[in-house]
């Protein structure tokens, strides 16, 4: 305990007020109360009476000290860290306790074995002792984790921020090439490109390596495909199907642009006549559905090109939302379909 950092607002306790959470500690309890009862074989024969007894009371200690620490975890996670451990034992220890007195009253109501005068027999302090070591070590344990998630937190930002740095550039180099083919042909147009792609810089470091609105990422892309219609014209045809909130709905910075400028360049470009872009959001069983699609010119078996920013997307998707995540590439005769999928948060 004396290891915990004294730092307040903690919030390693666990959340106990689930019906999961409370099926866990019944499961723990009845293992502990197998556990005394076997270790009692060593003086005297197994007894499923004993171990009845000794179910129903460490049950009752159990749930009865969990609600407790469901109801108090508010005021408990602004302590430090060692208060709040240290007040979780004692609150564990005196219910234990109390239940171990009113053990005995029950006992001594259906037994002449025990006298009133001696109600506080000598496993009363025992249990006590036991009840603050378990949960001294459990307190313990779940701190731990709590250091062991918090640390996992900034690897997986550093990550992230690390990924973002990587797209970054291949965007921007991509970006300055459309501003070069613009400036001999019309400088004007150039100059509108530079100011569009300063304001999309701008917005996309803002929030470097976090999560944004749907709306805002849809944004970036509107400012980029305003870039690519200056180069391509008519060509360049776009549709959108939003059909989700885009405002609460939270992505990672910069994932569709980069799914966006491959769709352009590896599908409408090589077209004479160009072609359609496609992009979609809806919400299906709980998760966000994106897809980006394009034609795909004929004879191109694979859609060549950097592969770079879509495995990007994928570990950056994998880092926030875990396995649920989805990212497929769906190349069929006549288009080139990408879809993600993750959790709505």
């Known amino acids: 305990m004396a290891a915990m950092d004294d730092q ?12 999961r959470a409370v099926l866990v500690v019944v499961v723990v309890a009845e293992l502990m109360a197998l556990v005394v009862t076997l270790v009692a074989t060593y003086y005297d024969a197994f007894s499923m009476e004993r171990l009845a007894i000794t179910s129903l009371f460490v049950q009752w200690v159990g749930l009865t000290s969990a609600a407790l620490v469901c109801q108090l975890r508010p005021r408990l996670n602004r302590l430090p860290a060692a208060w709040a451990a240290l007040a979780v034992v004692l609150l564990v220890v005196i219910d234990t306790l109390i239940f ?7 006992m001594a109501w259906v037994s002449d074995s025990i006298q009133p005068t001696t109600l506080w027999g000598a496993e009363i302090p025992v249990n006590g002792l036991i009840a603050a070591i378990i949960a001294g070590l459990v307190m313990r344990y779940f701190y731990v984790q709590e250091q062991l998630r918090q640390k996992g937190q900034a690897e997986l930002q550093s990550r992230i921020q690390a990924l973002q740095s990587r797209i970054r550039p291949h965007f921007l180099f991509n970006s300055m090439n459309i501003i070069a083919s613009l400036i001999a042909v019309d400088p004007d147009a150039a100059e509108q490109v530079v100011e569009d792609l300063s304001v999309l810089f701008r917005a996309s470091l803002k929030n470097t390596g976090s999560e944004a609105s749907l709306e805002e990422e849809l944004e970036l892309c509107r400012r980029y495909i305003h870039i690519e219609q200056l180069r391509m014209g008519e060509r360049l045809q776009v549709e959108w199907d939003i059909q989700v909130d885009a405002k609460s709905a939270m992505i990672p910075l910069l994932t569709l642009q980069p799914l966006l400028e491959n ?18 959001a809806l919400k299906q069983d709980g998760c966000l559905v994106l897809s980006v699609s394009n034609p795909k010119p004929e004879g191109d078996g694979h859609h060549k090109g950097n592969r770079m920013a879509l495995e990007n997307i994928r570990h950056r998707l994998e880092a926030l939302y875990g396995d649920e995540v989805a990212v497929e590439s769906r190349p069929q005769q006549k288009e080139y379909e990408i879809e993600i999928r993750y959790p709505l948060q």
Request: proline letters at 8%; aromatic letters at 6%; a positive charge.
């Open 263 to 280: 769709a352009i360049y590896h599908g409408i470009q090589p077209l004479a006549a160009g072609g359609m872009v496609t992009i979609r």
């Open 8 to 19: 307040p607002n903690t919030s390693f306790l666990p959340d106990l007020c689930h019906t």
């Open 100 to 106: 171990s007195v009113l053990a005995r009253l029950v």
